[in-house]
């Protein structure tokens, strides 16, 4: 099974302010199939990115991911009021599908 | 677009199981692989498993004893049964749809069920 690690667990920004999130893999993540996903309280999670640098349909140009093999990063390059939010990151190239454990972007 | 909606008790007992059904809309059940996932209260996400319209299935090895996936195409549903259940089984489950190698996409709005006598 693929460990997923995150960094940092909480992330305190201001609006305008540059998040750098950060997602390592205890192995090769094949195909570079690594997947971000925003959650907010209440909420489903809703998918950003796909394939390690995708947009997924609807998502603002400001979210960025990259990376590949082990070491992933998504970026967002301004904060908006709405991004402040739970971020995970998840591996579908091996089973069993894994997430990591979170980081919380919030207002400081 | 494809819309995923749970539904089933939202309490059960220590040691009884847990059912649940998601029931897919505004497209068709044999264009996604269709899975479960789960996350304790205040808590991460946990994959469960996984069923395609054929009927053949992946579980998480963590969980593979315990659970039972089904699919009924007529109803355009998908079922989740977990057996045995004790308080750790208390999480928000969620219905998700994936393409053929892609990533959890849609997802349902999730339901919460909590395992207390």
């Known amino acids: 099974e693929i460990v997923l690690t995150q960094s940092p667990g909480t992330l305190s920004l201001s609006p305008g302010e540059r998040a750098t999130l950060s997602c390592r893999a205890s192995?090769?993540?094949?195909?570079?199939?690594l997947a971000w996903y925003q959650q907010k309280p209440g909420q489903a999670p809703r998918l950003l990115i796909y394939?390690?640098?995708s947009r997924a349909t609807g998502i603002p140009d400001r979210f960025s991911g990259s990376g590949s093999g082990t070491d992933f990063t998504l970026t967002i390059s301004r904060l908006e009021p709405e991004d402040f939010a739970v971020y995970y990151c998840q591996q579908y190239g091996s089973s069993p599908r894994t997430f990591g454990q979170g980081t919380k972007v919030e207002i400081k | 677009q494809v819309q995923l909606q749970e539904s089933g008790p939202g309490l059960v007992k220590p040691s009884e199981t847990l059912s649940l059904t998601c029931t897919v809309s505004g497209g068709s059940i044999s264009s996604y692989f269709w899975n479960w996932i789960r996350q304790p209260p205040g808590k991460g996400l946990e994959w469960i498993g996984y069923?395609?319209?054929?009927?053949?299935?992946n579980y998480n090895p963590s969980l593979k004893s315990r659970v039972t996936i089904s699919v009924d195409t007529s109803k355009n549903q998908f079922s989740l049964n977990l057996i045995s259940v004790t308080a750790a089984d208390t999480a928000v489950y969620y219905c998700a749809g994936l393409a053929v190698g892609g990533p959890f996409d849609p997802w349902g709005q999730g339901t919460l069920v909590t395992v207390s006598s």
């Open positions: 192995q090769s993540v094949s195909s570079s199939k």
């Open positions: 394939g390690a640098s």
């Open positions: 069923i395609y319209y054929s009927g053949s299935t």
